[in-house]
């Protein structure tokens, strides 16, 4: 599944489970989802890892999609803006 999908799949969950908290209560949810992953991380637990890292890409589509991101367009900058800063570096 590519981004978009993703960022509609998710979508159509929240919308259908009661709508989008604020963007402030998902990035709380974000911060909180971090941590858990760090936890899992610490008692080297695999599934819990493959589990909040899950629940981590989750909460940040839907982050993006509540403030309008297109995360696909995103990445791509990102990619390139690292390609330019780190080219000199190898």
Do not use: C
């Not at 911060?31 to 909040?52: M, T």
């Not at 993006?64 to 696909?72: F, H, Q």
């Amino acid at each position: 599944m590519e981004l978009p999908e993703l960022q509609k799949l998710v979508d159509s969950w929240i919308k259908k489970s009661g709508g989008y908290w604020s963007e402030f209560k998902i990035l709380g949810r974000l911060v909180e989802e971090l941590g858990e992953l760090s936890h899992a991380l610490r008692k080297r637990d695999e599934h819990g890892v493959e589990e909040e890292v899950g629940d981590l890409l989750f909460t940040l589509i839907a982050f993006s999609n509540k403030i309008g991101i297109d995360l696909e367009n995103a990445l791509k900058k990102t990619i390139e803006k690292y390609d330019v800063r780190d080219f000199n570096k190898m």
